[in-house]
């Protein structure tokens, strides 16, 4: 089923019955999966997240290192008072030396497994704001597509207007319509007219706006996309817990957590092995080559730094759980909100549906009854006019239709429109 299978239907009189015909979309029309995949390639904002994650690639491998022994070499020259005959200067020393921590209170992997917990977040958020990307991109679409049914809509008017000012200045000449008849349809077309002026700025507005997502100077005409059905709540409340937004809050606490640890550990001892191996020394030590020991230091006072710090940390897990509760209940009410509006936009159409039906009658029988003399040319614009708002009205109710499910397959963080991410 079509968004739109009304077209321009508006005209309800036999004789113009080619202004019903609906319009068939051109081949070359943009689909919106398109306009998608546009944008992604144009989107800065995905860029900007994208290099955040190479970023936090980069902090892992930076933290990893220091899980690994560290190789350096060293060299050295003294020049000193000679106060005695033993003493040798200048003296240099060269050596290539070893050093690897065994324990730092597991400081060095935790903080690894936080800023692991740091890049799965932000590789989520980059999935989430893809997401939003698409939202986005389909609202402006749906705008350029609801522009484009009202002045289809409006420019059917026009013909019938037109007409009708035909047949009321032929009325006129013969007497048998009024002076004020006729200014009447003229006001009317006006209006029409108008409205139609009005239209074509929108949708320039709406070409620009999704020129400037999809970073495309020229935008075909919109594709329509098919009317969404009712398939109930339960199955994106379902999906609300997988939402990337909120799995990465759950990865920020992880991640704080971890932090907490790491600060708790700074009150162990650190052990650290240390060895060298000498290329040259003083005369005096010339036989010793190498030397290995071991190092322990254990944090007796630091100016409660530690514990400044393990607090510090734990106020942020605490306000990262905050912040994981608030998300997961807002993606509810999300869901919520998008599915009470798709059934409210479902529920009006349905209800326009017979309303078009019964105004498309109303005006087949107010032409009627204006030939016989029944009615006046007033209740025929009228009619006309009924026509046309109701068809305006549907159609929006369908646009809107489809942005409720967009919408709530967003919230859901569910793939929309058969996007393949």
Known sequence: ???????????????????????????????????????????????????????????????????????????????????????????????????QSLFSGMKDVLSVKAARSQKESAVLDLARARQLLYRDVASAYLDLLSIGHELDIRLAQIDISRERLKELETREKIGRSRASELLA?????????????????????????????????????ACEPPLPEDKGLAPYLASAAQRPDVQARHRDLASYEFSVDAEKGLRWPSLDLGGDYYLKRPRTQEKIDWNIGLEVRLPLYSGGAINAGIRAAEALSRSARQTLSLVVRQAELDIKTAYDGLQTALSVAVSLEKALELAQANAEAQMADYKLGLVTNLDVLTSLKTVQETALALDNARIDAVWAQTRLETAAGQDTLEIKQ
């Open 1 to 99: 089923m079509r968004i739109f299978p009304l077209g321009i239907a508006l005209i309800v009189m036999p004789a113009l019955a080619a202004a019903q015909q609906v319009p068939v979309p051109p081949p070359s029309c943009l689909k919106l999966n398109d306009a998608f995949a546009s944008t992604l390639r144009r989107s800065e904002d995905l860029a900007r997240r994208g290099e955040t994650v190479e970023g936090l690639t980069a902090k892992i491998a930076e933290l990893s290192a220091n899980l690994r022994p560290g190789v350096n070499l060293t060299a050295s020259r003294t020049w000193e008072d000679k106060g005695t005959p033993s003493v040798q200067s200048p003296r240099g020393q060269a050596a290539i030396e070893i050093r």
């Open 185 to 221: 349809a003229r006001s009317q077309l006006a209006q029409d007219e108008a409205q139609i002026q009005n239209a074509i700025g929108l949708r320039k507005l709406y070409l620009r706006t999704l020129g400037f997502l999809t970073g495309a100077e020229e935008t075909g005409p």
